[in-house]
Each structure stands twice: as structure tokens, then as C-alpha cells.
């Protein structure tokens, strides 16, 4: 899509209405001074950054794609100077903290540049994209020494950064990675130690690239004697050029033929003794790696959000201004040969459709964001664990259920456009290719899924869920005491009650063992997006009948016909879900693998 147009007043309904952003912030020291009107003058000139400089060279950089040469790889026109304006505007350092050169202002503020980053340009955002979590990894577990040398550039996006996890033999699984490393000096050895790592590495978004002067890989690797599993796994720092630049023995061998997502170059990487430093303790890579893997997922349900946005906001605009046939209902004033084919139902039920999507699922990734930030900060420690619990819980939700939406609605916007969307000329096809990585890097939505139900429910046999249910409630309850939003609360009511009888349905099935509980792990994940758009939806109308109590808008009644179109139409798509997670268990029928 060669255009964008930032939904700033969507964002700034859920952050003042929806959010209570600027109460939730006055709670937290570090951000107790961070008013509406100054969060909202980020986020718009964020907008302009994303509708200026990255939706103009979105086709081209579909088009042209990146280019590899035994020298280096070379991004698409336009691609290395915005990301010299990105660097130049602040825009790496926006969460990172103070005291290591960053501004310090929250997730959620972060939340909603990437949305449009990703919304304006897919796959110039994925260069930039690792920041955050590489930051955190190396704030969190780098020694002094590796953090003096990288942490400053890594804030100011002078660096970029890449995770390096898949193999050709190891993709989710990594417990079968064989990329080995030994320690330059055996009587130098623990957190920052210089190693040497050899092996290869696939998949890797941003492996090389002439858009920043250097590039840290953060690599998972298995040091000599280490035991097999994911409990040998540790993880180092390896940079493109060492800190005398000198070149490392870091070689991108090629570059994948994707999809989608043409402009960021996924490179398939060689180590030869590449020179690098140890990040945490021996063998404890994965615990390490595990914050970098949660921001990339959380990254990755923004861009589920941001092509959410991008196909909703197309569709409508075309849709109101296509000429087609005679509606059912003509408005005055309209030509007699054809009306926009906005009047039509079947059109309006699919731009509805998208626009309750993109409006609830907003709701829900920017909660998200904001419990992130009262996980880091919150003063009061039982709410910072609680927080933390909800980001932990829901992450492989967001991660799944909003790219799985992101792609499924850019699909379905598709058929607004008819043949025109077929072709590359208005630039959904493009959306619809790119949306459906996001699907599968960061962990497969089945894996997802599995953890989830997995690691997440049976972990604490649904303790958090339900605490989690009983907020959820009250928030129900306060629907139902008005009646203009009572049908809200009765519908999250209802997802409530299914919710709950799920639980005890999985509960049921762990007796009869893990088999049959992943089973219905898509199910379970599923179901449970649907009830997060069912609150959603719920906070939205809530917001608007206060705003409407003083100054009643169109702008307001939109809204309010979006969150009505979402409970009356699309909660419907949850009962499958919750149906099947009531079958008896073994109905999945296995399949048989010769020897």
C-alpha cells in the first residue's frame, strides 16, 4: 500500500478513554510527569515518520527487493536513509531506560510506533524490529565490559541487531541446534568471556545489511562437554566487526526468495571462529535469550495489528469511493447509474468486520504494552507480579490470534477491491503477502498454541487464568448496571462462562494425559483471543457512552457500531473453539510414519 494515513485519533481514544493512560502513569514514579497531550505529540510525529518516509518506499522495496553480492547485502532504494532519519529522530532509544542513554518512555507509547511502522512498511520495520529485545538481554545479563562496548550503540540504533536460534535441522526446536563454540582462554571463562563460535544459522531477519555501520548478532550456541537439550545451550554476543574494526568471520552466504516481506533480507549465516563474548552464565543461553524471544513476539502481534490497520483502512476508503450497481438502500443525492458498493451489506459486513477487528484488537496489544510497563514499574510489588503474570499468559495469545486476524483480514479485505486487489496497483496483494510471516517466525502460532495451554495453563493448573476471569467479570458486571452497554457485559458474561467450563474440560483431559490436552491447544488460544476482543469491545463501549455523556460526536457513534458489530457478528467464530474443547479426548486420528 503506497499510502498511509496514521490512525492517531484511534490511538488517542484508547490511551486517554479506553486506557486511562495518563492515571495509570500518574501511579508510576518514572513516568508520573508524562501527560495525553505529550504522549499523543509522540505518537504523531511518529505517524509522520511511518506515512512520510516509509509507506512511499513500501512497493518499491516489495518490488526490488534486496540484493546480495559476496561484499554485502544491499537493501532497497530509500531503505538505509530512513532508517538514518529513524536513528537521527530518537526513535531506538524511546523505551530503553535513562540511565543507559535512552528516553524512558513507556511500552505502550513504543506499542504504538511499531503498529505503524509495521502498517506503513513491513519490511523496513523488520531491520529495527530486534532492538528493544536485544537491549533488554544485554541490560539484563551482559557483563559491564559487553555493555560498555555494545549497549550505547545498540540504544541509539547505531547497531542494529539480529537472533540468531534456527537451523537448518533446528527450526522451533532448539534442543537439536549444533552450532559449537570454545573459549578463547580456558582460564578466562564465565559471563563475558571471549568465545569463538562456529556453525550455521537460517532464517535470520537483518543478517547483514548497509544500513547501519555495524551489526550484533546474538547467537545461540553449545560450548564443548555441554549436555545435549536446551540445558546446553548457551548464548554469546557476536559482532559483524570487531571493536578495532576489523571484519569478524561472519558470512551471510545468501539471502532467501520469499513471499513476502521483500525488503528485509533473511540471510542464511556461517560462523567460522567468529570472535564473540559470552552473555550470562554457561549453558544458561535459552534463560537469557528468552527476553529478547518475548519482545520479538510482542513485536510480532504489532505487526499483526499494523496489517489489521492497513487492509481495514484501504478497504474502507476504496469501498466508498467504487461505483457499482444500485444499493438497496440509496442515500440522496447519489448517482442513478451506480452507488459506492459501501452500501451494499456484503461489503458492509466485511468493513465492519474489519474495523471491529482493528479496534479491539488495539485495545487488547496496547493493555498489553501498558501492563508491560507497570510489570517494570509499577511501585506496588504485588501488581508488578500480577502485571507480569498478564503479559506472560497472553503473550502467545497476541502473538497468535492477532497475525492470524492480520492476515485473515487483509485476505478478506482483498475482496473489496474484486480483481483490482488481484493486481499490484493498490497494494493490498502485498499486505496479504506479507502478513503471513508473521504467522510463522517467533514461534509458529501452534507453538504458540502448545505453550499457552501447556506452559502457561496446566504450569499453575489455571490459577492465573482464573484471577485473571474474576477481573474480567467485574469489569462485565460494570457493563451490565447500564443499560445502553448491558448487551457488551452480557456477551463478555458469556465468554466468561465458556471460559470457565473450558478450563475445567482441559483440567479433565490433562488426567487422560498431554496428548489429548494439545489436542485442543489452537482451540484453547483461539477461544481465548476471542474473549480479549469480547472485553475489548466491552471497555470501548464503556468509553464511549462516558465521552458521549458530554459531548456526543458521529466519531463516537462509529466507534460505538464497531464494538456492537463485533459482539453481534464475529463472537459467533468463537463457538467452535469452545465446543470442541468439550469432545472427549483421542478423536484426533494419528498418522502412521514408515521406519
Same mark, same amino acid.
Not at 79 to 85: H, I, L, S, V, W
Not at 386 to 396: E, G, I, K
Given at each position: 500500500?503506497s #499510502?498511509y494515513?496514521?490512525?492517531l !485519533?484511534?490511538?488517542?481514544f484508547? $490511551?486517554a478513554h479506553v486506557?486511562d493512560?495518563?492515571?495509570?502513569?500518574a501511579?508510576?514514579?518514572?513516568?508520573?510527569d508524562?501527560? &495525553?497531550d505529550?504522549a499523543m505529540?509522540?505518537?504523531?510525529?511518529?505517524?509522520t515518520?511511518a506515512?512520510?518516509?516509509?509507506?512511499?518506499?513500501?512497493?518499491?522495496?516489495?518490488?526490488?527487493?534486496c540484493?546480495w553480492t559476496?561484499?554485502?547485502? =544491499?537493501?532497497?532504494?530509500g531503505?538505509?536513509?530512513?532508517?538514518?532519519?529513524f536513528?537521527?529522530?530518537?526513535?531506538?532509544?524511546?523505551?530503553?531506560a535513562?540511565?543507559h542513554?535512552g528516553q524512558?518512555l513507556?511500552? $505502550?507509547?513504543?506499542?504504538?510506533?511499531?503498529?505503524?511502522?509495521?502498517g506503513?512498511n513491513?519490511?523496513?520495520?523488520?531491520?529495527?524490529?530486534?532492538l528493544?529485545?536485544a537491549?533488554?538481554t %544485554?541490560a539484563?545479563?551482559?557483563s559491564?565490559?559487553?555493555?560498555?562496548l555494545?549497549?550505547? =550503540?545498540?540504544? #541509539?540504533?547505531?547497531?542494529l541487531?539480529?537472533m540468531c536460534?534456527s537451523?537448518p &535441522?533446528?527450526?522451533?526446536?532448539?534442543g537439536?541446534?549444533r552450532?559449537?563454540? !570454545?573459549?578463547?582462554?580456558?582460564?578466562?571463562?564465565g559471563n563475558g568471556?571471549?568465545?569463538?563460535?562456529t556453525?550455521?544459522k537460517?532464517?535470520i *531477519?537483518?543478517?547483514? #545489511?548497509?544500513m547501519?555501520?555495524n551489526?550484533?548478532?546474538?547467537?545461540?550456541?553449545?560450548?564443548?562437554?555441554?549436555?545435549?537439550?536446551?540445558?546446553?545451550?548457551?548464548?554469546?554476543l557476536v559482532?559483524?566487526? %570487531?571493536p578495532?574494526? +576489523?571484519? !569478524?568471520?561472519v558470512?551471510?552466504?545468501?539471502?532467501?526468495k520469499k513471499?513476502?516481506?521483500h525488503?528485509?533480507?533473511?540471510?542464511?549465516m556461517?560462523?567460522? /571462529?567468529?570472535e564473540?563474548?559470552?552473555?550470562g552464565e554457561?549453558?544458561?543461553g535459552?534463560?537469557?535469550?528468552?527476553?529478547m524471544?518475548?519482545?520479538a513476539?510482542?513485536?510480532?502481534?504489532?505487526?499483526?495489528?499494523?496489517h489489521?490497520?492497513?487492509?481495514?483502512?484501504g478497504?474502507?476508503a476504496y469501498?466508498?469511493?467504487?461505483?457499482?450497481?444500485?444499493?438497496?438502500q440509496?442515500?440522496?443525492g447519489?448517482?442513478r447509474?451506480?452507488?459506492?458498493?459501501?452500501?451494499q451489506?456484503?461489503m458492509?459486513r466485511?468493513?465492519?468486520?474489519?474495523?471491529?477487528?482493528?479496534?479491539?484488537?488495539?485495545?487488547?496489544?496496547?493493555w498489553l504494552?501498558?501492563?508491560?510497563?507497570?510489570? =517494570?514499574?509499577?511501585?506496588?510489588a504485588q501488581?508488578r507480579q500480577?502485571?507480569?503474570?498478564?503479559?506472560?499468559?497472553?503473550?502467545?495469545v497476541?502473538?497468535a490470534?492477532?497475525?492470524?486476524?492480520g492476515h485473515? *483480514?487483509?485476505d478478506?479485505?482483498? /475482496?473489496?477491491?474484486?480483481g483490482y486487489?488481484?493486481?499490484?496497483e493498490?497494494g493490498?496483494e502485498?499486505?496479504?503477502?506479507?502478513?503471513r510471516?508473521?504467522m510463522i517466525?517467533?514461534g509458529t !502460532?501452534e507453538i504458540?498454541?502448545?505453550d499457552?495451554? @501447556?506452559?502457561?495453563?496446566?504450569a499453575d493448573?489455571?490459577?492465573?487464568?482464573?484471577?485473571?476471569i474474576?477481573?474480567?467479570? /467485574?469489569?462485565?458486571?460494570i457493563?451490565?448496571?447500564r443499560?445502553?452497554t448491558?448487551?457488551?457485559?452480557e456477551?463478555?458474561e458469556? @465468554?466468561?462462562k465458556?471460559?470457565?467450563a473450558a478450563h475445567e474440560?482441559i483440567l479433565?483431559?490433562?488426567? =487422560?494425559g498431554?496428548?489429548?490436552?494439545?489436542?485442543?491447544?489452537?482451540d484453547?488460544? @483461539?477461544?481465548?483471543?476471542h474473549?480479549?476482543?469480547?472485553w475489548?469491545?466491552?471497555?470501548?463501549?464503556?468509553?464511549c457512552?462516558?465521552c458521549a455523556e +458530554?459531548?456526543?460526536t458521529?466519531?463516537l457513534?462509529?466507534r460505538?457500531a464497531?464494538a456492537?458489530?463485533?459482539?453481534?457478528?464475529?463472537?459467533?467464530?468463537?463457538?467452535p473453539h469452545?465446543?470442541?474443547?468439550h469432545r472427549?479426548?483421542?478423536?484426533?486420528?494419528?498418522?502412521?510414519?514408515?521406519?
Open positions: 500500500m #499510502s494515513n496514521p490512525p !485519533n484511534d490511538m488517542a484508547t $490511551l486506557l493512560a495518563r492515571s495509570q502513569w501511579k508510576i514514579p518514572a513516568f508520573k508524562l501527560d &495525553q505529550t505529540a509522540v505518537i504523531e510525529q511518529a505517524g515518520f506515512s512520510e518516509l516509509l509507506a512511499p518506499i513500501n512497493a518499491t522495496g516489495d518490488e526490488h527487493g540484493e559476496p561484499e554485502g547485502v =544491499h537493501t532497497p532504494p531503505f538505509r536513509e530512513a532508517y538514518a532519519a536513528v537521527e529522530q530518537g526513535w531506538p532509544a524511546l523505551a530503553c535513562p540511565e542513554g524512558g513507556p511500552h $505502550l507509547l513504543n506499542a504504538a510506533l511499531y503498529e505503524m511502522l509495521a506503513a513491513h519490511g523496513w520495520t523488520m531491520y529495527p524490529g530486534l528493544y529485545g537491549y533488554e %544485554l539484563a545479563h551482559a559491564p565490559e559487553v555493555q560498555s555494545y549497549l550505547p =550503540h545498540i540504544v #541509539s540504533g547505531e547497531y541487531a539480529t536460534l537451523e &535441522q533446528a527450526g522451533s526446536d532448539l537439536l541446534i552450532t559449537r563454540g !570454545n573459549w578463547s582462554n580456558p582460564d578466562q571463562v568471556a571471549r568465545v569463538h563460535i556453525g550455521s537460517v532464517f *531477519s537483518g543478517g547483514d #545489511s548497509d547501519s555501520s551489526l550484533v548478532h546474538l547467537v545461540l550456541f553449545r560450548l564443548p562437554e555441554a549436555p545435549t537439550g536446551t540445558k546446553g545451550i548457551s548464548l554469546a559482532p559483524k566487526y %570487531l578495532d574494526g +576489523t571484519k !569478524n568471520k558470512f551471510a552466504d545468501s539471502i532467501e513471499m513476502g516481506i525488503g528485509s533480507a533473511t540471510c542464511q556461517r560462523f567460522e /571462529q567468529a564473540g563474548w559470552l552473555i554457561p549453558r544458561q535459552l534463560r537469557a535469550m528468552f527476553l524471544m518475548n519482545a513476539r510482542l513485536h510480532v502481534a504489532l505487526q499483526g495489528l499494523g489489521l490497520e492497513a487492509a481495514t483502512q478497504a474502507w469501498a466508498k469511493e467504487r461505483l457499482q450497481m444500485r444499493a438497496p440509496r442515500a440522496a447519489m448517482p447509474e451506480a452507488d459506492p458498493i459501501a452500501f451489506p456484503a458492509r466485511v468493513l465492519w468486520r474489519l474495523r471491529a477487528r482493528t479496534d479491539g484488537g488495539r485495545v487488547f496489544a496496547y504494552a501498558q501492563r508491560l510497563d507497570e510489570a =517494570h514499574h509499577h511501585p506496588d501488581e500480577c502485571a507480569l503474570s498478564d503479559v506472560n499468559f497472553l503473550t502467545p497476541a502473538k490470534f492477532l497475525t492470524d486476524l485473515r *483480514s487483509a478478506e479485505a482483498l /475482496q473489496v477491491w474484486g486487489g488481484y493486481v499490484r493498490f493490498i502485498q499486505t496479504v503477502r506479507d502478513s510471516i508473521a517466525y517467533e !502460532n504458540q498454541a502448545i499457552l495451554i @501447556q506452559r502457561k495453563f496446566l493448573g489455571g490459577a492465573h487464568a482464573e484471577d485473571l474474576t477481573r474480567m467479570a /467485574q469489569h462485565a458486571a457493563a451490565c448496571a443499560t445502553p448491558r448487551p457488551f457485559g456477551s463478555l458469556l @465468554q466468561i465458556h471460559w470457565r474440560a479433565l483431559r490433562a488426567t =487422560h498431554i496428548e489429548h490436552v494439545l489436542e485442543v491447544a489452537d484453547y488460544l @483461539q477461544a481465548t483471543g474473549t480479549m476482543l469480547a475489548a469491545w466491552t471497555q470501548i463501549a464503556l468509553a457512552m462516558k +458530554t459531548q456526543p458521529s466519531e457513534e462509529a460505538l464497531s456492537q458489530h463485533g459482539i453481534n457478528y464475529l463472537l459467533d467464530d468463537a463457538l469452545w465446543a470442541r474443547l472427549a479426548p483421542s478423536h484426533l486420528a494419528s498418522i502412521q510414519v514408515d521406519s
